[in-house]
């Protein structure tokens, strides 16, 4: 069965977004604060998601965000702001965060990404739990990356990605020197039908740049094209 966190201080809010996903055929574990959640996780199996409201009574979703991602990887992460919080929620992609959704939402807009990103996560699972036949590598100059067991390698050198930078990276090795429209990345990575904007795509390659390129600022890897998108160059 598919697993969420949910994290919601507003008793009415949480129940309500509780009891639709649970009709969505997702089992929920609730908390109405950071604190919570942690212990939660400890006692309980890994989830496919977590949903973390950022304003929070005590730790805040964002340190929340950040120490959940410190040791799993493959969580699928959406973060809720309240309107006006943009800065929260680059912050929150910045982090590890894979989406961010604003208050008021629409709890269908929420379950669709929610499943979106938990298939993104089974894809993975089922990828390690493959037996080994050939490995599946795709190779870019001094990168390698893994597909089973979705590792990034520079120089033979493991960097630790998202499951979001993971894809954004796979669409670049299999685009080499193309350059990719913003909007392509987010219908390549997020999926056709996403409603979010394309800000999200230049806050994952700005994570990116960091983790890949040797100076982020002049990057070397992922070049920008101006008023278009980016473009892979190994
Ligand atoms: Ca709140």
Known sequence: MKRVLLVEDEDSIREM????????????????????????????Q??????LDIMLPGMDG???????RRDNS??????????????????????????YITKPFSVSELIARLEA????????????????????????GPFVLDEKSRVLYKSGKPIDLTQVEFQIM??????????????????????AGYYGDVKIVDVNIRRLRMKIEDEP????HILTVWGYGYRWNA
């Open 74 to 99: 493959a969580i699928g992460i959406i973060m809720v702001s309240a309107k006006g919080q943009e800065e929260d929620k680059i912050r929150g992609l910045s982090i590890g965060a894979d989406d």
């Open 170 to 191: 796979e669409l670049f090795f299999k685009n080499p020197a193309t350059a990719l429209v913003r909007e392509k990345i987010l219908e390549g990575v997020w999926g």
């Open 217 to 220: 600022s002049n990057p070397q």
């Open 46 to 51: 890994p989830c496919d998601a977590a949903l």
């Open 117 to 140: 990103l938990a298939r993104r996560v089974r894809r993975t699972a089922a990828a390690e739990g493959k037996a080994v036949e050939e490995p599946d590598q795709l190779v870019s």
């Open 62 to 68: 964002l340190s929340l965000c950040e120490t959940i």
């Open 17 to 44: 977004v509780a009891l639709n996903l649970k009709m969505a055929g997702w089992e929920v574990l609730e908390a109405p604060s950071a604190e919570r959640a942690l212990e939660l996780m400890h006692q309980s």
